[in-house]
């Protein structure tokens, strides 16, 4: 079973500080990678994607993949308080797995304090 | 343009009774998915469409629930008859996928209390 694992936090972090957050999946020839943030009581946004390994920075957001070990991370730098929200991890794990649906993680609750 | 409309957006309902959940994606977006959400599992995939053809309904939990895509603008989930374990946040994403997984767009949710 295709699986996406997640710390559920929740993660504090100062005004300011970085913020990482974790994420690991369960196979190698997953292909497409994506960090989506939830508000509570909201629905999920697209935050990035990637697809390749390495760093794609988007503004205060960097995602990094490493596909070898089956690792990806988003890096929040200055951290406002309007980060604070549930940020989930959602892995297509290509064809093999079930075409364009996308398998989410649990979500990391990140609380960021004045 | 409108994003994804879903209604109705509460629903509170009696175990026994069936219940209607509606969708209408974006438009000129060719995929739509159907999702669960709830504190213990999460965002759960129940069923997606691609050019309005069921394609992985894996998710679907049981022969309670089904769903169906007439057209290209509208999607419905029925679940017949509903229990209290179905209580949870039901979301419609839609996105247009050109060959590879494209954003999946959310719409607002219908929460789903069945008592």
């Known amino acids: 079973q295709k699986e996406v694992e997640q710390n559920s936090g929740p993660l504090s972090v100062p005004e300011g500080a970085i913020a990482s957050l974790n994420c690991t999946y369960s196979d190698r020839g997953s292909q497409s990678f994506f960090w989506y943030r939830q508000y509570s009581g909201k629905s999920p946004e697209l935050i990035m994607f990637?697809?390749?390994?390495g760093d794609k920075e988007d503004g205060r957001f960097t995602a990094q993949l490493n596909k070898a070990s089956q690792y990806v991370s988003l890096l929040i730098r200055d951290s406002q308080p309007s980060d604070s929200a549930t940020y989930l991890c959602a892995v297509n794990f290509g064809l093999t797995g079930g075409g364009n649906k996308l398998t989410f993680g649990t979500g990391t609750q990140l609380k960021v304090e004045l | 343009d409108a994003g994804v409309i879903q209604s109705p957006r509460h629903e509170v309902t009696e175990m026994g009774q069936e219940v209607t959940l509606r969708c209408k994606p974006i438009?000129?977006?060719?995929?739509l998915f159907w999702y669960r959400q709830t504190m213990m599992r999460g965002l759960e995939l129940l069923i997606y469409f691609n050019n309005n053809v069921p394609i992985d309904d894996s998710g679907m939990p049981e022969d309670r629930f089904s769903a169906k895509m007439p057209n290209a603008s509208f999607s419905t989930l029925k679940i017949q008859p509903s229990e209290p374990r179905d209580s949870a946040v039901y979301f419609c994403a839609s996105s247009l996928e050109r060959g590879v997984p494209n954003e999946q767009f959310f719409g607002p949710g219908t929460r789903l209390t069945v008592l």
């Open positions: 990637i697809y390749s390994n």
């Open positions: 438009s000129g977006h060719n995929s």
